[in-house]
Antibody, heavy 121, light 111 residues
Framework: QITLKESGPTLVKPTQTLTLTCTFSGFSLSPSGVGVGWIRQPPGKALEWLAFIYWNDYKRSSPSLKTRLTITKDTSKNQVVLTMTNMDPVDTATYYCAHTHLRVGLSFDSWGQGTLVTVSS | QSVLTQPPSASGTPGQRVTISCSGS????????VNWYQQLPGTAPKLLIYSNNQRPSGVPDRFSGSKSGTSASLAISGLQSEDEADYYCAAWDDSLNGHVVFGGGTKLTVL
């Protein structure tokens, strides 16, 4: 059974850097085809893709946030870390990490419960 | 403004068949597969359809997906009250070195 859980601060100040960790079980980031992505959702708004990283370290991030995002993986710890610099109140959202695999195309077939991050001074 | 366009709302009565549309362009739906997600109130999204028309294990066959040109559709037959949720389409977009794009979401109400 695949499970993912997001962890990190619930409150950050404007201009600070946000670091979120996705800790997962039920799969490894070693085998070919496996990946983890990050998606966020501002309160009452739509989903927005942020980034993903695959087993071979192939990674992509949202063009609109590219300069602010960094995604890395620690295969030995079953973790993926997302950092977002220069946080702003508009970045207030629930942040989700999710499992993906090439066999399901570029879809996210298992999701974490999400973590609400509020940006406020 | 989302790259993929969905109607903000849809509705139907129990037992009815409803469809939700998702409109894109040649750089996303026109050249890549479409995925659909269901988000029940207060919960994380759930993958409903991948690769245009494939259902993950456990998803009822009441849910089906299709794609034609630069548009895609999600159909729900035999509508049930528990289908009341937000539905999102998503696809890979080849522009700007490639990225995932989502629709703005459709809130489905079961009357």
């Amino acid at each position: 059974q695949i499970t993912l859980k997001e962890s990190g601060p619930t409150l950050v100040k404007p201009t600070q850097t946000l670091t979120l960790t996705c800790t997962f079980s039920g799969f490894s980031l070693s085998p070919s085809g496996v990946g983890v992505g990050w998606i966020r959702q501002p309160p009452g708004k739509a989903l927005e893709w942020l980034a993903f990283i695959y087993w071979n370290d192939y990674k992509r991030s949202s063009p609109s946030l590219k300069t602010r995002l960094t995604i890395t993986k620690d295969t030995s710890k079953n973790q993926v870390v997302l950092t977002m610099t220069n946080m702003d109140p508009v970045d207030t959202a629930t942040y989700y990490c999710a499992h993906t695999h090439l066999r399901v195309g570029l879809s996210f077939d298992s999701w974490g419960q999400g973590t609400l991050v509020t940006v406020s001074s | 403004q989302s790259v993929l366009t969905q109607p903000p709302s849809a509705s139907g009565t129990p037992g009815q068949r409803v469809t939700i549309s998702c409109s894109g362009s040649s750089s996303n739906i026109g050249s890549n597969t479409v995925n659909w997600y269901q988000q029940l109130p207060g919960t994380a999204p759930k993958l409903l359809i991948y690769s245009n028309n494939q259902r993950p294990s456990g998803v009822p066959d009441r849910f089906s997906g299709s794609k034609s040109g630069t548009s895609a559709s999600l159909a729900i037959s035999g509508l049930q009250s528990e289908d009341e949720a937000d539905y999102y389409c998503a696809a890979w977009d080849d522009s700007l070195n490639g990225h995932v794009v989502f629709g703005g979401g459709t809130k489905l109400t079961v009357l």
